[in-house]
C-alpha cells in the first residue's frame, strides 16, 4: 500500500469530456503544471471538467446521501479512469457576490476576530462581540439596518403631473397603464382615472403615494380578489428595489434613487454607543476603514495580554493578503465591488494559511486583471501553496504565468473539435524550443505599433472619483488608446469618468457576462436563426418557419427540442441522455425531410461558422454576420453549439463580434485579451487596428503588455493600489514610456521589448 501514496503523479486514462480525444496524461504531483493553448482546445476540458469535477464528485460521494442532496453537483466526466487523485481545490475568477452586507472582513473572517477584540479590550466594556456586528440587530445602526447607507427615491421622476393614471401618469418601467401593477390604482375605486395628478387634492396625492400597506373594504371592479392597496413609493421601495427584478431595471431605478451615507451613523453602519468603545484612541469603524497595511500597525500597537491570540491570529489573516498584493484595500469594502483578479487572490491567500496539504489547487487564469508588476506576488504564493506540499494545476495564457511551470501541458491543436489533443509536455525551457503553437509564439520578436495620430481630444479635468486624485489627463481620439496601471490603481474609476464625458455613442464591452442557458447558441446570439428559417421555408414552398424552430413545431417530440433527456434521480445527480429519438439533433423527422442546397436545418446547424458563411453566400445578412464571428477568431464554433460550453475568451469575442461594423463610434473595452491566446491575441490587435482604420475610437483597460505596445497612446495610473494610487503617473506614445522610471507599466514594457523571448508578460 505505501508505493501508491509515493505515486508522483495525478494519472488520467481515456478521457473523452467535451472536445477531448481519448487523452491519457500523467501530471506531476508536488509540482506547479501549467495548461496551455489556444481559447477552446480543451485545457479546461480536461482540468475543470475532467480532473476537478472527478475529485469534487469522489468527495461528495463520502458524505451521506442525505447530505449529498444539498451539495453542488458535479456530472460524471467523460473518463474511463483517474489514479492517485487529491481532493480539488478550485479557485475561480467568479466575484464574490451582491450583498450589500458583504464587505472584505466578513467575508474573510477578519469581522468576527476584530469584533472579539474590542469586546475583550475595548473600552468602555459596553458588551459582547455580537454587540459590533452592523449584520445583527445587537449593533446594526436602526436607522439604515447596518448597511450605512440610504435610499431617497425622487417623487418628481416618478410622476407626469400633467396627466391622469390612463394616461400614464406613474411614469416608472413596469407601471404603464393596463399592466398589472396599474391595475392596483387604477381599478381600486380610489381615484378619478381621467383626473391630472396636478388637480388631487392633498390627501388623494398622499393615498396615491404614500399610503402604507392595505386592505381595501370596497375596492373598485376589476380590482385583484387579495391584493392589498400600497402608495406607489413604498411599493417601489419594497418590491422593485433591492429585489431580482431590479437587475432588469437598473437604469430607471438609478434614474429615481439617490443613495447617500445614512445620517444617523454617517457610514459607519452601526449603533452611537458602539463607536463610544476605543482601543488605543481607534474605534471598530475606524479601524474597518484603514487599508490593510495600516490594520497592521494598529495591531502591533496592541500590548494587553489578554488579546495576544486574538492579535496573532488576525495579524497572520491580514499579512497573507498583504503579501499576495492586496494591502491596498480597506477592511470595509463591499465585495460587490472587488474585481474577479482581487476576488481570486483573496480565495488564494485564504488557502496560504491553511494547514491542509496534499491537496490539488486548480486556478483558472490567476493573471486576468492583474499588472506584471503584480504577477510576480502571485507567482510567489502558488509556490508557497505548492512548497507546503499541494499540487498546483493553472490554466493560463500568460506568459509571465508560464515561465514558473515545472511542467507545461499544451492541449491543441486547434481549438473546437480541432483540438482536444494533449500536443506537448514538458518543461518550460523544452516548451520554448518546441515547434508547438504556443513555443513558436513565445519566440516571437516584440515590437512597437504604428502609433497614429488622434484626430482629437476628451478632456478630462479634476477627476475624484473613488481613489482618482484631482486628475487631469486629455484621452485621444480617433486612435487605440491603452489605460493601464497595477490592480486597484483607479484605472476602472477613470473611465466611469470618461463615460459621463461622453455625448455620442459609445459601445461598452466591458467584461459583463453574456445571458446564455441551455437553448443559446451562436446562432440565436447573432440573430440569424430567424432568416435561416426563413431561407428554408421560401426553399420549400413557403411551409411554416415553425418547423425549422426546436423551440416550435419542428422540435423532438421526445426531448422537446434539448437534444438531451434529462432523468431526475431525486436526492442523485440527474442523468442526461443524448435524445434517443432525434439523436441530439433537436428536430422532428418531418422537420428534417425539408432541405436547402441539399441539407436539412439540423445538418447546417452542425456546420461550423466559417464553414456556413460559404454556404449561405447567396444571404448577405446571415454571411456578413458569420464572418465578423470568424474575424474574431470564433470560426471553429458550430452554429448550435451550446453557448453554456464556451470559455470565457470566447464569450468575450462573441460579444465583439455583433457590435463590428459601426464606423466612428467609441468601444470601451475591460481586457478583451482575457482567455486568449498569443495567437488570438495578434488576431484581436489586426481586427482592432482595422476598427481604427475605419475611423473609430479605441480605449482598452489593459495589462497585456503585447496590446499596450501595439497601441498608439498608453495612459498609466499609479503608481500603486487604493490610497497609494489614482495619480498619472504617464501619458504618450507606449514607445516612451520606457524611459519613466516612476510608470510601473513603463518598466515593465522596458523589459518587455528587450526580452524577444516573452517571459516578462504579454
Known sequence: MAKIFDQGYIEIQDATQNNLKHVDLQVPKYETTVFVGLSGSGKSSLVFDTIAAASRRELNETFPSFTQ????????????????????????????????????ATYTGIYSLLRLLFSRIGKPFIGYSDTFSFNLPQGMCPACQGLGYVDDIDESKLIDPEKSLNQGAITFVSFGPDTWRWRRYGTSGLFDDDKPIKDYTKEEYELLMHAPQQRLEHPGKG??????????????????IGKKEAEH???????????????????????????????????????????????????????????????????????????????????????????????????????????????????????????PHDIQLIKQALTRLKDKGNTVLVVEHNPAMIDFADYVVEMGPQAGQGGGTVTFTGTYPELLASDTLTGTWLRKAHQWGAERQPTGHLALRNVTRNNLKGVDVDVPLGVMTVISGVAGSGKSSLVSALREQLTT??????????????????????????????????????????????????????????????????????????????????????ALQYSYHD????????????????????????????????????????????????????????????????????????????????????????????????????????????????????????????????????????????????????????????????????
Open 505 to 590: 455613442d459609445y459601445i461598452d464591452l466591458a467584461q459583463a457576462p453574456v445571458g446564455i442557458n441551455i437553448r443559446s447558441t451562436p446562432a440565436t446570439y447573432l440573430g440569424i436563426l430567424d432568416e435561416i428559417r426563413k431561407i428554408f421555408s421560401q426553399a420549400n414552398g413557403r411551409v411554416g418557419t415553425s418547423w425549422f424552430s426546436y423551440n416550435g413545431k419542428g422540435a423532438c417530440p421526445r426531448c422537446k427540442g434539448k437534444g438531451v433527456t434529462i432523468t431526475n434521480m431525486a436526492f442523485m445527480d440527474p442523468i442526461v441522455q443524448t435524445c434517443e429519438l432525434c439523436q441530439g439533433k433537436r428536430y422532428s423527422e418531418e
Open 599 to 762: 441539407k436539412n436545418v439540423a445538418e447546417v446547424l452542425q456546420m461550423s461558422v466559417t464553414a456556413a458563411a460559404t454556404f449561405f453566400a447567396d444571404s448577405p445578412k446571415v454571411a456578413a454576420k458569420l464572418h465578423n464571428l470568424d474575424r474574431v477568431g470564433l470560426g471553429y464554433l458550430t452554429l448550435a453549439q451550446p453557448l453554456t460550453t464556451l470559455s470565457g475568451g470566447e464569450l468575450q469575442r462573441l460579444k465583439l463580434a455583433v457590435e463590428l461594423g459601426k464606423k466612428g463610434t467609441i468601444y470601451l473595452l475591460d481586457e478583451p485579451t482575457a482567455g486568449l491566446h498569443l495567437k488570438d491575441t495578434a488576431r484581436l490587435m489586426t481586427l482592432f487596428n482595422e476598427l481604427v482604420a475605419a475611423g473609430n475610437s479605441l480605449i482598452i483597460i489593459e495589462h497585456n503588455l503585447a496590446v499596450i505596445g501595439q497601441a498608439d497612446w498608453l495612459i498609466d495610473v499609479g503608481p500603486d493600489a487604493g490610497r497609494y494610487g489614482g495619480q498619472i503617473q504617464y501619458s504618450g506614445t507606449p514607445r516612451e514610456s520606457v524611459k519613466v522610471a516612476t510608470s510601473r507599466t513603463g518598466v515593465a514594457l522596458k523589459a518587455w521589448i528587450e526580452n524577444k523571448s516573452g517571459l516578462e508578460g504579454g
Open 223 to 240: 380590482f385583484p380578489r387579495t391584493a392589498l392597496y400600497e402608495g406607489v413609493v413604498p411599493r417601489i421601495r419594497r418590491s422593485v
Open 249 to 371: 431595471h437598473r437604469e430607471a431605478i438609478a434614474a429615481i434613487v439617490t443613495r447617500k451615507p445614512c445620517p444617523v451613523c454617517h457610514g459607519t453602519r452601526l449603533r452611537p454607543e458602539v463607536l463610544t468603545n476605543h482601543i488605543n484612541g481607534q474605534n471598530i469603524a475606524e479601524v474597518s476603514a484603514m487599508d490593510l497595511r495600516h490594520v497592521l500597525k494598529f495591531l502591533a500597537g496592541i500590548t494587553e495580554p489578554l488579546a495576544t491570540d486574538v492579535v496573532r491570529e488576525l495579524s497572520t489573516k491580514i499579512q497573507s493578503l498583504v503579501d499576495i498584493g492586496l494591502g491596498y484595500l480597506t477592511l470595509d469594502r463591499g465585495t460587490s465591488s472587488l474585481s474577479g483578479g482581487e476576488a481570486q487572490r483573496i480565495k488564494i491567500a485564504k488557502y496560504l494559511t491553511s494547514a491542509l496539504v496534499d491537496m490539488v489547487y486548480i486556478l483558472d487564469e490567476p493573471s486576468v486583471g492583474l499588472h
Open 69 to 104: 442532496q444539498y451539495l453542488p453537483k458535479f456530472g460524471q466526466p467523460h473518463v474511463k479512469d483517474i489514479e492517485h487523485l487529491p481532493v480539488a481545490i478550485v479557485i475561480e475568477q467568479q466575484r464574490l457576490g451582491k450583498n450589500a452586507r458583504s464587505t472584505l
